[in-house]
């Protein structure tokens, strides 16, 4: 078969799944472009949940009660939306990044970085309406399937990591999530999230006048110099100014006026902001390590340590700068007390298991390792697995670790390929 008609084939394939896989917009009532059924759907959202919250910083476990109340907040929008019966789940992330997300079926996480920013329940009911219509109205899906119509797949692997990278890289695989969670939604779907989501806070009983303040701020804030809110945000919902004119004729015509719980939401994050100068403290040091600094953000994060030591994210960073000063017994402390307080993180195993295979512990290096590769596979992972079992004289593991690694781009997957050749030999 020629090129040309492998493509009159490929545009045949594509002309005949949109004409079978028309659906109605379970929010619009629009009719569209529906490949992916409902049950592969919510199968997605479930399959790369933890994942995606794991790549964006995990849980925010020091104060699991702030979770039961914004899956409170949640669940009442939730109840009123055009698809109460989604199995929503709501998470807060452990993440200075103001962000929110939504996954297909129902799946949304709020980082922490953004509740620090609203003044009451209202505003934070804005911000949940709004991503409880982007699952609804499958937006999340509706992207996917344009990637599907591109390409068949998305290559790589995981979450590409260096032994010596302060900043991960997040590519397919393991990260389909985090990719659908970080995308850029397109105009057309941040208004109308923005439109039914100010709907479904009418329908709650919240003012929907909130939801006009927060775009004014987040235009405000976009417009000015305050560039971690362009990093969050505002890269995966662009604000406009006509998402303020039109969120402000929609909350007229409905009527202002309505719950806002300023008191209730002030008490409920009292915690989170008792804790923001430990976190500034700890953002601090990030800065100052990923530009080389490394007394000085050894400094911050002991600051960091000495304001909340049941941080996990604490003792991983402090961890991270002693490896770097190849102080490896002072970093394995530090990575075994991370890992003690959120074992389910899998940088924390991640980061342990690179410095216990430095220290060539190799059964504690390969436990952490697999541990770690159990919640979001790493091409880094892979790759020394490869090492331990080849040093174990395990061939075959060897061969398969190295296999896996081989996949991913960069060094990482150069460093594979040379030693599966070697094995070969």
Not at 91 to 119: H, Q, T, Y
């Amino acid at each position: 078969m020629n090129p040309g008609q492998i493509l009159r084939l490929t545009l045949l394939s594509v002309m005949f799944l949109a004409i079978a896989g028309c659906a109605v917009n379970p929010v619009t009532g629009k009719k569209q472009l529906s490949l992916i059924p409902e049950s592969q759907e919510l199968a997605l959202g479930a399959e790369h949940y933890t994942p995606t919250q794991q790549t964006q910083g995990g849980q925010f476990y020091l104060d699991p009660e702030l979770t039961v109340y914004v899956r409170e907040v949640g669940m009442k929008l939730a109840r009123v939306s055009d698809r109460p019966d989604l199995p929503y789940e709501f998470v807060v992330l452990n993440s200075s990044v103001p962000n929110a997300w939504a996954l297909p079926g129902g799946k949304i996480a709020i980082n922490r970085g953004l509740l620090v920013k609203f003044e009451d329940e209202a505003q934070l009911a804005a911000v949940m309406g709004h991503e409880i219509v982007h699952a609804a109205a499958r937006h999340s899906v509706q992207r996917m399937q344009q990637g599907m119509l591109i390409s068949a797949g998305v290559a790589g692997l995981g979450f590409a990591l260096s032994d010596n990278e302060w900043a991960g890289l997040i590519m397919g695989g393991a990260a389909v999530g985090a990719q659908l969670a970080l995308a850029q939604y397109s105009q057309g779907d941040e208004l109308e999230s923005d439109h039914y989501g100010i709907r479904y806070m009418k329908a709650a009983g919240y003012d929907p006048q909130a939801a006009v303040e927060l775009q004014e701020l987040f235009l405000e804030l976009s417009q000015g110099r305050q560039t971690s809110w362009l990093d969050g945000m505002f890269a995966t919902h662009p604000p406009s100014a006509r998402r303020v004119r039109e969120n402000q004729a929609l909350a007229s015509e409905l009527g202002t006026g309505g719950f806002r719980g300023r008191d209730i939401y002030q008490r409920r994050i009292a915690l989170l902001k008792e804790l923001q100068p430990a976190y500034d403290a700890h953002d601090k040091a990030m800065e100052l390590a990923s530009k080389g600094d490394m007394k000085a953000a050894l400094d911050s994060i002991n600051k960091a340590i000495e304001l909340e030591p049941r941080e996990a994210m604490f003792f991983a960073l402090r961890g991270r700068i002693y490896k770097e000063q190849k102080q490896t017994e002072k970093a394995q402390a530090d990575f075994d007390k991370a890992v003690s307080l959120y074992p389910e993180m899998f940088q924390y195993q991640l980061y342990n298991g690179l410095n216990s295979l430095a220290m060539n512990n190799l059964d504690k290096a390969r436990g952490h390792l697999e541990r770690a590769n159990q919640v979001v596979p790493t091409s880094i992972a892979y790759l020394r697995l490869g090492d331990i079992a080849s040093r174990q004289n395990r061939r075959n593991d060897a061969i398969g670790h190295y296999s896996k690694a081989a996949e991913a781009g960069g060094d990482v997957g150069e460093e594979a390929k040379r030693k599966l050749a070697d094995l070969s030999q």
